[in-house]
């Protein structure tokens, strides 16, 4: 299996690609040689979501919190 430069991707890239991988083993169409890399993978996809969701939900308090700052 080839590797795949995720730090290229989007959110949005990745998560579709997640989906793909999962979608795989839900339906165990994955072939043995690739379980251990999709596997891997996925766990770093899920990674560097999650790492991607709390950049952003740290972004937008800080913006609701500047904007309470403004008003007071």
Known sequence: MNEIDISK???EQKS???DEI???LDRSETPIDELAEDV???ARLIKELDKKLK???TE???AFKEL???ET
């Open 40 to 42: 891997k993978l996925g």
């Open 55 to 57: 950049a952003v939900e």
């Open 16 to 18: 579709e690609k997640l």
């Open 22 to 24: 999962l979608n795989r």
């Open 60 to 62: 937008v308090k800080d």
């Open 9 to 11: 991707m989007t959110y």
């Open 68 to 70: 309470e700052d403004q």
